[in-house]
């Protein structure tokens, strides 16, 4: 792993222990922001992709067979670690249809133990899961990246249904996702023949379960919560696959949780649009999708009926007069 990635971690958590200290508030944006703009990318390197014949359809055969007898999985650690590797297939069957489901629907009916949750999330949540070749342009490593994200989500949801939930390590996984976010640069939705990488619907995903975990201080929340508006505002790909709905949403339902994600998120918002308004008319691809993907993000809030008055009355206060 490159070591960037492992400095940035350092930092980010060095911050947040800041934040929770209060040495940091008004200076947590720009600070973040800085760190995002340090970071170096890669060239191409080859991607190594899971071997599809390597049986793996046939664990998932057995898995589901057991599955349909109401039988616990029984997972050794090899064939889960096997199972998740298969979450970087290119092959959609194999993927999502295959392994999503699979670990979806195990979950569902309770088939794994509580020490198995705890293994899942740990691995989902492994550098190798959401870090592989993030430091590089667009590659194919984007599904395992994404298809990890989206699952620990998944898995996340019902960990805080058990006592699985106090064997986690959040302060792990809050630095571990907030790494995600300041590296993941792709936000391709659907590829043909590929399927759904779908990076940004996977890291929203990930935002709404751990704001909605009440054992995460609120400090962590509000770190995510800026950690992703300073990533939007330096995303040079549209994003147009209904992360923007979904976003608004995850905004809408944290800042009505408590007035302090309301003010940070309408400051944010604000000083935004002052450096949208500095820039003044694009004059390239990157500053008109940064454009856009601004304004359908404010777009998508102003739709929300249940989006706090203060929120609604500063939205409905903006004009943007490039489009």
């Not at 939007?232 to 905004?251: Q, S, V, W």
């Not at 339902?253 to 820039?279: F, G, M």
Request: some cysteine.
């Amino acid at each position: 792993m490159d070591e960037q990635i492992g400095e940035l971690q350092q930092q980010l958590a060095t911050l947040n222990a800041e934040l929770k200290k209060g040495t940091v508030f008004q200076s947590l944006g720009p600070q973040l922001g800085q760190l995002m703009d340090g970071i170096h990318r890669r060239r191409r390197t080859p991607v190594t992709l899971p071997d599809d014949q390597d049986g793996i359809e046939e664990l998932l055969n057995t898995l589901r067979g057991r599955l349909e007898k109401n039988q616990p999985l029984a997972l050794s650690l090899k064939d889960l670690d096997r199972l998740l590797h298969h979450l970087a297939s290119p092959n959609p069957a194999i993927r999502y249809n295959g392994i999503n489901f699979t670990v979806y629907d195990a979950l569902q009916q309770n088939a794994l133990g509580v020490n198995d949750m705890v293994t899942l999330v740990n691995f989902l949540s492994r550098d190798e899961a959401l870090f592989s070749h993030i430091l590089e342009p667009t590659n194919a490593a984007i599904f395992g990246r994404a298809g990890s994200a989206s699952l620990l989500a998944v898995a996340l949801h019902f960990v805080a249904e058990n006592d699985a939930q106090g064997m986690l390590d959040y302060s792990h996984l809050v630095n571990q996702v907030a790494t995600y976010i300041c590296l993941e640069t792709d936000t391709r939705g659907f590829i043909n023949q590929q399927g759904w990488a779908h990076a940004y619907a996977a890291i929203i995903d990930l935002l709404t379960v751990l704001a909605e975990t009440d054992i995460l201080p609120r400090a962590d929340k509000l770190f995510l919560l800026m950690t992703l508006i300073e990533r939007l505002k330096r995303l040079t790909t549209p994003l147009i696959y209904g992360e923007n709905d979904r976003m608004a949403t995850y905004f809408v339902t944290l800042t009505n949780r408590h007035p302090l994600y309301e003010t940070t998120l309408i400051n944010a918002l604000k000083q935004w649009r002052l450096a949208v308004a500095r820039r003044r008319r694009p004059d390239n691809l990157a500053g008109w999708n940064q454009f856009f993907n601004r304004k359908r993000l404010s777009d998508a809030l102003r739709l929300r009926n249940d989006a706090s008055p203060k929120l609604k009355k500063y939205l409905n206060s903006t004009i943007d007069f490039l489009g």
